[in-house]
């Protein structure tokens, strides 16, 4: 089954399921569904940063400093975030991902719930699932944060550099 033919669930703006539908529906029509982003750090708090492959149904090339997807239909977020952290890394054994806080994203791309979590892993033990990921590096949250407010040439998923925003707010009330 390709990913455009993945049946999800339709929600409501109070995350309620009011329905289903396959992926290239939702996308089409800008139904309202879930997703996880999964933000991944090594043994030394470096923040997993990738380059999606260019056959991504949504912002392909683009750079992310989050792993994630859309919940599969009946799925639920915490079983997601392990599931697609564990895929994209390529990384068996994962600890269940810390659910962090849950938004609704409204921007380029259409909407969708957004459960950010966090979960470490030791760096040797990631290999990227190349479906995925074209390119990987970790880096210090310092250097994450440069190029984020300089851009540098890396054009952001606009959904994660929501995410990694709220991340940061959420930080800062913590």
């Known amino acids: 089954m390709s990913a455009a033919d993945e049946v999800l669930d339709v929600v409501d703006r109070e995350d309620r399921v ?5 992926r290239a ?3 089409a029509e800008g139904l309202i569904h879930r997703c996880v982003f999964v933000l991944a750090r090594d043994e030394r708090g470096r923040v997993f940063v990738h380059r999606r492959t260019d056959s991504k149904l949504v912002f392909p090339s683009y750079y992310d400093m989050f792993v994630g997807g859309v919940l599969g239909a009946g ?4 079983e997601a975030a392990l599931r697609e952290a564990g895929e994209e890394l390529g990384v068996t054994g994962l600890p269940e991902p810390e659910p962090l806080f849950k938004f609704l ?3 380029p ?5 957004s459960y950010v979590h966090e979960v470490r892993c030791a760096a040797a033990d990631v290999r990227p699932q190349v479906s995925e990921v074209a390119w990987h590096t ?3 949250e310092e250097e994450l944060e440069r190029r984020v407010e300089e851009g540098g040439g890396w054009s952001w998923v606009p959904d994660g550099l929501e995410a990694y925003r709220r991340l940061q707010e959420f930080r800062r009330r913590a």
């Open 109 to 113: 791309g259409g909407a969708w719930w």
């Open 138 to 140: 970790f880096l210090p």
């Open 25 to 27: 529906e939702v996308y």
């Open 18 to 22: 009011v329905g289903q539908a396959r």
């Open 75 to 78: 799925e639920g977020y915490a």
């Open 105 to 107: 994203y409204e921007g």
